[in-house]
């Protein structure tokens, strides 16, 4: 078990730039994949970026060139840096952990932060 606490949402005009964080309550060096989702008021929950044990990255076409995401396992939280927020970025943004462990996959998510971009 992992539990996953976000912080650093807010309010911030477009234009704006936040960064988001994922404390891990243990050792994420382990963890296969961190991410970020996000679920905008009435839409489905989407993929934001991802990250691999092993450094390798994904993003959303919406974000690419935008936001980074990275992981410190040192310090057992991910991290996701948004630039140039516009207003269609604002939701309620989510850390997940994947794990795979023998032939399960373990996921476990955040409460979420809210993230609101005004025009």
């Known amino acids: 078990q992992v539990q996953l606490v976000e912080s650093g949402g807010g309010l911030v005009q477009a234009g704006g730039s936040l960064r988001l964080s994922c404390a891990a309550s243990?050792?994420?060096?382990?963890?296969?994949?961190m991410g970020w989702y996000r679920q905008a008021p009435g839409k489905q929950r989407e993929l934001v970026a991802t990250?691999?044990?092993?450094?390798?990255?994904n993003y959303a076409d919406s974000v690419k060139g935008r936001f980074t995401i990275s992981r410190d396992n040192a310090k057992n939280t991910a991290y996701l840096q948004m630039h140039s927020l516009k207003p269609e970025d604002t939701a309620v943004y989510y850390c997940?952990?994947?794990?795979?462990?023998?032939?399960?996959?373990?996921?476990?998510w955040g409460r979420g932060t809210l993230v609101t971009v005004s025009s």
């Open positions: 997940n952990a994947d794990q795979v462990r023998g032939t399960v996959l373990e996921t476990y």
């Open positions: 990250i691999t044990s092993g450094g390798s990255t």
């Open positions: 243990r050792s994420i060096s382990i963890i296969n994949t």
